[in-house]
């Protein structure tokens, strides 16, 4: 066990992000060591490298950043004795804290304290991350190191999609990032009549192609909403899972949706938008969920049951692989948008 | 049975209305002649009375307007089997096709082209109406005629508070017009463990106090999100009511609803407004119901076990009560914000 | 049109069942005819024929039998509009009376009159048959008619399979007659993780690894349980699908299901029989649910799209092809365990 | 603090049990030593007190009894955080791993490897006990310490009751024990239309009327079924709650139980028994419940927001009063069925 390691370190309160050489730290009582292998790039990490509102009001520096990650058990704290070292393990990276009205009632995942690792507390950039023992999940031999780090985003669409019925359905996914996409394969390993992706970006629509979508279309098209209707015999889709975070977007997605249809958002809006709700949600008898994390730990176990399935291409979405050392390329990459999801090895 | 009657019609596509004799209809194969007892004013009345944009858009004059009422079975079309004349009932006046996607599968109360009686066809201010037997709700006779023409809106109520659960739970209703009334009222009965009513005119908070809600708040008092907050241990209450469409008490409702919470959406917005689903639906894993209409015929039979066990009073909300031909006096009671519900009788 | 037509029909109270030429029937208001394609035999066709003591109390000769078909519509009673000659159909055959309170609560297939086309009344082993209007189901061109004659039990199986959560679960299947195979293609479309089928019958045993079955499994073998157990971690399964009625097939299923798991019930037993419900159901806080027919018409609308999909292969379960004249030879062949599905076409 | 205290213990593996004069235990990291205030007895304690079949599978002498309880907080072991001395606390005694798949999926009250206090371990017929912080509910002050030692009973009947819809339906309560009678005002508290509570015993009838049951009958006179099935129309009761464990209530609560009800069982049922699942389950489309322990903590939630409503009064379940030495009187009392509730005080 080496003294230090490499780090992507938010370092100070202003944009970038730097490598550094830092103390390799001790697991303490209940807590595990893990020795990182593949790590991926989210969203979440570009607002902290771009420093925007959002990341000033909530970053510390300096923090350790990033949250999805696979790895292999190095130590473990005392008292831990559900895995040992050697294990090959993912984490849920929201750190609860057992005793609100949430986590004592099965809402863990909307804990009214929740801490995150790599964004409040160090996390994953790195060649070893401390996690507690709670949030560990052992992965399967089936599951490859990449893969492994998908967990996190994979889990938020896992999360969405089975928010409700999908068997059977007709659904329509708006906005085909990675958890777009694999909303996409998911809607389709679970039965879904038909999936519609709508997306701006070409590549994106590519590959929600490649991820089973039976329609993919672009917004700017001015038949797509006619297309759609069409398809559906005018009544209109029965899920809308809203993957975008973009007003014109969740809009469309309204008017798509089905009266008594149900509508899992997950996408963020970075402002309050204007809504018809008289429209889209009351006179429809709408059903619409708030999608947050991933359930602790019911998402985790669905999540693995698909995946050993054998029905979720996740190869797809891993549109580049880079060295942890080049974070800043990656952040680059994902910024152009051409990069849709970045995988990392730390050396 | 006279040829004529007395009947409150639309008769121009304009502001104001009419007390004309017209004929007294012929009930057709499937249908039932009611005479009337008993009718309440609801808010789209009033819509059509004062030929606001809705109303242009939706009503073709000449017509019978009102849709909430109570009478006797006076005659029965040919073929008509579970009515007889001198039935005491009211009705649904939702007509559905029966064919449709959504009338196949449990769920006519967003039928995709529904008709209302007093809307889209004759209604109920008149000495009598034609109901379709389908429509037709017996009376038992434990309510009064003057409570049977408050179903409609009572059954708004009864289908938004037991869109979820209800027993154990803290909740707030956002606006006490006649149906934030009856929700108060109704989630007690059914277990609610504290109401919370928000109104802005004093006498509906003097009658949603005597419905039974535990905290009666005006939203213009700067210590009413506090209050809730402080009697929920600061977690926020676990259903919202959302009975008013007003922009500013759907957002009070919403920051006062705990994460992981209900909200059932009936007050309809009378257009557009900033939603913040960022804050309010996504973060907060909320479930968000709209409600339309009563469920056929669920609500209904709810409805009746729920008056018959005699825990509901329905009496406060019923303001006034005047004689048919004074219906222009009554829309101006209404208007003043003087009256909650009123009721009158046919001469 | 023809004046007679061939028909499979029960003539007297006594084991068997003879063909006849009967008159062609005339559609009246609200009724369709139609001229039959394909029909397949069902279990209770066989409990008829035998004349066991269910046919002796329900029974009333003469009737032509069976309930499962498809066809082409030849002709509409007055009023019908919704569909049209030529229209390729099936149906289902529980005729409802649209007035209990089940009728009018989305809950027709358990109606408290239900009538039964081919047990209560005429049925569809028949050149034509009358359907009322609103048990008609159009097909789509990409159902073959001898698929759209296998409707009825699909729709059994649909309704088994969607009584509760399936994706991302482990399933046993016990009993692999004609639903429960069925059920074995529907659970894996609809991405159940693993299914277990446990059958007695070898090449009931064969079709049900054609259908996608996971794990195929004898009762007879005393490892079978032990293999669940342990592929199931120990657990137990999360659903299990009782689509045989014996008692030591469903104490089995009952047996490998985990703690808080889900059982659909639609295998019917001869007779009552003991249970071990303190273990079996109290404290495992299981979730039973007793499956009856098809959802009106919920079931029918996932059933064609999950048929759309084409995920799912029917072909198997067919093993064997007649006329309609050898109805006599598809009894025998079913009795004596060699047949699974018989599909006859009328000449 | 004294260095040792009174216990009801079960010192050898025969019928009977004694009171001892043992040492006060220490709490360990985590623990909370409770000083206690108020026992109510419960059937299990009778099964030890008998040493029939299930207590010497089960139990391992030498034992503290006793599960129901409510005290003070005396002292906190290291690390307790949420808890104070001179808290008043009750608390749930099914000890669970937190690790199982059960645990982490938000089903703790089914914990693959639970220990309940009292039963596995020591328990609270004591001056003092020994309980898992996690565990400790605490009392709000209008909850006084007799009731707080009854909330183990009462979660099961909230468990029950609030497992499906209970708002607007009919009810039949089968067997009036202490969990059945606090079932019936649970039901009425929470909007039940109609209670019909069964039950053998004439006192236990007695006070199911003045639990607030619409209804209380023999199963002994052959007018109950009739009663029942007439107050329903005919269609039967939306909802059993199993409450005696005893298969003639089990047959006859299953046969009032209207098509497509809710059937939860909580009475635990000696031996198997012989069941008509094809009529009681299958046709009739019925939902049934295994009903375990109490949701950990959303059914501790709920009642503790329901007692607060101050509509339930369990006053008439606890028929007599005790001290903790008169335990073998207390046991004689209950095994007589003199006895309801029995509270004991440790002096």
Known sequence: MPNTMQAVVKAQ??????LREVPVPTPAAGEVLVRVQAVSICGTDLHIYNWDPWAQWRIHPPLIVGHEFSGTVAGCGPGVSTVREGDRVSAEMHVVCGKCFHCRTGQAHICQTVRILGVDADGAFASYVIIPESNIWKLPPSIPAEHGSLLDPLGNAVHSVLAGPIAAQTVVVTGCGAIGLFSIALAKACGAATVFAIEVNARRRSVAAEMGADFVLDPADEKTEEQIMEATSGTGVDVLLEMSGHPAATELGFTLLRKGGRASLLGIPS????????????????????????????????MEALLETGKLNLEPVITHRLKLSEFVKAMELLESGEAIKVVMRPE
Chains 1, 2, 3, 4 share one sequence.
């Open 13 to 18: 309160p202003s944009p970038g992000i730097e």
């Open 271 to 302: 402002k309050p938008f204007e809504m018809n709700i008289a429209r889209d949600i009351i006179f429809k008898g709408a059903v619409v969920h708030g999608i947050n994390g991933r359930k602790m730990y019911e998402t985790w176990y669905q």
